[in-house]
């Protein structure tokens, strides 16, 4: 446990270096699959799944994160947050240009919360890909206060829960589904993979990458929101709550909340079958169909 006077506040806003990533189509195949994608347009490798975003950002994404606290906080990270912009979506055979930067830090009561910023561009072309913020969480650290900037907010309206849901849609994850991930994703973390070791890290047992719950709810929202393009989806956003387990059914909950800066905008929240929230805080944001735009 640390007083803070160890962390590395010099770090906030600072960029590491940039990283590129060839984006293979047999990988993007590989991870709708992995994460049990019915979209044509991922299954056939048209365009790589939305979450994919994560896999050329993994190590710059962790890095950022952990630069900014003392080395005995390291390991103990834990994903709390994600927020997706994307701009357009990857495309098989594009090399990428990644870069991340630390640009927050916040003490809670059971630890610390560092946000980073992640930008993918076209190494190439130069466009802005998409854009990613990611909230680890840092179990039994000590920070007074909060420096920089705080996450973006995605707060679910409590009034909602009165309201029946615009629609439900429930997903079973398979019994193989973290070994399927962690090959296409490269998340080989051994609390998804080794029983035993998730044990001694005081969990029942292997448990699903939150990566691969939230690209299950990805191409959930997709194809009941925006089955003919999945680039419609510009925005998601969710906070992990509790994590699933294979075998397990999960159920989500979606609201429509109008209509703001050009999209139509989703609110959700997902839980277990045993009743345990999974995803708090959803937000979707989809840019809508050509006959509702406005000129």
Not at 27 to 46: C, W
Not at 83 to 108: N, Y
Not at 216 to 236: E, F, M, N, V, Y
Request: aromatic share 8%; net charge negative; hydrophobic share 40%.
């Amino acid at each position: 446990m640390t007083d803070g006077s160890e962390f590395r506040l010099e770090q906030l806003g600072a960029w590491g270096a940039q990283d590129t990533f060839t984006v293979d189509r047999a990988r993007t195949i590989a991870y709708a699959a992995a994460t049990n994608d019915p979209i044509r347009q991922h299954t056939e490798g048209v365009y790589a799944p939305p979450v994919f975003a994560v896999v050329p950002i993994m190590v710059p994404m962790a890095d950022a994160a952990m630069s900014v606290v003392p080395d005995d906080l390291m390991l103990r990270i834990l994903h709390g947050e994600h927020d997706f912009r994307f701009h357009r979506p990857i495309e098989p055979g594009e090399t990428l240009a990644v870069r991340a930067r630390p640009i927050g830090i916040e003490g809670k009561s059971s630890g610390v919360v560092v946000t980073a910023h992640i930008e993918t561009h076209s190494r190439d072309a130069g466009d802005l890909v998409n854009e990613q913020f990611f909230v680890g969480f840092f179990r039994g650290g000590v920070f007074d206060g909060s420096r920089g900037e705080p996450s973006p907010a995605h707060g679910f309206e409590a009034g909602l829960r009165v309201l029946a849901p615009d629609f439900t849609m429930a997903h079973t994850f398979d019994t193989d589904q973290t070994f399927r991930y962690a090959d296409a994703a490269g998340d080989p973390m051994p609390i998804h993979l080794d029983d035993d070791f998730a044990k001694a890290m005081g969990l029942p047992g292997i448990i699903v990458h939150g990566l691969c719950t939230i690209a299950t709810l990805s191409h959930g929202l997709i194809t009941r929101i925006s089955p003919d393009d999945p680039a419609k989806l510009k925005r998601l956003a969710v906070r992990l709550s509790s994590p699933a387990f294979p075998g397990q059914t999960i159920t989500t909950a979606v609201w429509a909340t109008g209509h703001a800066d050009g999209r139509d905008r989703y609110a959700f929240e997902t839980w277990s079958d045993n009743d345990t929230f999974v995803i708090k805080d959803g937000l979707a944001e989809f840019e809508p169909p050509v006959d509702r735009k406005t000129t």
